[in-house]
């Protein structure tokens, strides 16, 4: 009798031990399968800061510099991302959405290659006063955040 209650609870203990290490091994595996498919926001002072792969697929943030749009060749345009301390220029090849527009809050997805974002992807405001919220958060920390007037 007493050999059964030490098997049943030997038993117990494996169970416990196997599923703690099925658990830990599956939260590894989602880890590891999402760290490419993570696009972090970055600042164009952060970009310029850090040392990045062209490889490397991240976002940019900021407003759209007044007067830095240049429309090229088909479907080529360039500008300039700014966070009012520093400026990337960006140069994407597709359609813009219809909102974008200089002196407005913009993300764009891609890489940095010799010195220029090369985009892939456009996001622009959705209504009159919209800006991301990372551009905000990064705005209000240089202290040249100014809120939008609400008509």
Not at 131 to 146: A, N
């Amino acid at each position: 009798m007493k050999g059964l209650k030490n098997l049943k609870k030997t038993r117990r203990v494996q169970i416990i031990v196997v599923a703690a290490v099925a658990l830990a091994l599956s939260t590894a595996m989602i880890g590891y399968a999402m760290k490419d498919g993570i696009n972090y926001f970055r600042t164009p002072s952060q970009v310029l800061a850090q040392n990045i792969a062209p490889s490397e697929m991240f976002r940019i943030g900021g407003l759209v510099e007044k007067g830095s749009l240049v429309r090229g060749q088909g479907q080529t345009i360039s500008f300039r991302v700014t966070d009012t301390k520093s400026t990337l220029p960006v140069q994407y090849t597709g359609v813009l959405p219809d909102l974008f527009s200089e002196g407005t809050g913009v993300v764009a997805t891609g890489r940095w290659v010799n010195g220029t974002f090369q985009a892939t992807e456009i996001l622009a405001k959705h209504d009159a006063n919209y800006m991301p919220k990372e551009v905000i958060d990064s705005l209000k920390k240089q202290g040249v955040y100014v809120a939008p007037s609400s008509s």
